[in-house]
């Protein structure tokens, strides 16, 4: 049986950072965070409970999907066109799309620039939602070495960013 209380403290912050990373805008995950631990408290034990992290992260990704499908109901029932004429195209627009296009390119280029075991350790962490232990066990480096290769690879972004005037 875990301890829910030693159980946030610990995972809250990894289970709101999961869900950002998902999309969630900020207020929104730190709702569904709460959630998950409702969720935990209300809930049966699980079988297993070997791993709470990847359980939590498990509830946490069903309530998100069970968000969006919530969010997929609502109706969008239709306005008069004097109601809603003047909101503004939620869509970016052409300079926006052009600009993000042109960092993500740089990021890329910045990205090839590094070391292969320093980018396979950031792409793991940061695009594939590992944790720096499971990328460090991926990789058979030190969880410590393994913070240090993707911290290296943080500086080395920021700076090729910062370079080309962002």
Do not use: C
Request: avoid cysteine; proline fraction near 5%; glycine fraction near 4%.
């Amino acid at each position: 049986m875990w301890d829910l209380k030693r159980l946030f403290q610990k995972h809250s912050r990894d289970i709101n950072r999961f869900l950002r990373k998902r999309g969630h805008r900020p207020d929104v995950a730190a709702d569904l965070t709460q959630d998950v631990f409702l969720r935990i408290l209300s809930a049966a034990p699980p079988e297993r409970d070997d791993n709470p992290l990847a359980y939590l992260r498990r509830v946490a990704r069903n309530l998100s999907i069970d968000l969006y499908r919530r969010e997929q109901l609502v109706e969008k029932g239709d306005l008069p066109n004097e109601e809603y004429g003047g909101v503004a195209d939620p869509a970016p627009n052409p300079e926006t799309i052009n600009h993000d296009r042109q960092r993500l390119a740089m990021a890329h280029r910045a990205l090839m620039e590094l070391p292969e075991r320093t980018r396979r350790a950031f792409e793991l962490y940061r695009l594939g939602d590992m944790t720096i232990a499971e990328v460090a066990a991926e990789l058979d480096l030190s969880v410590s070495r393994t913070w240090s290769l993707i911290h290296h690879a943080y500086l080395h972004l920021r700076s090729r960013l910062k370079e080309s005037g962002d």
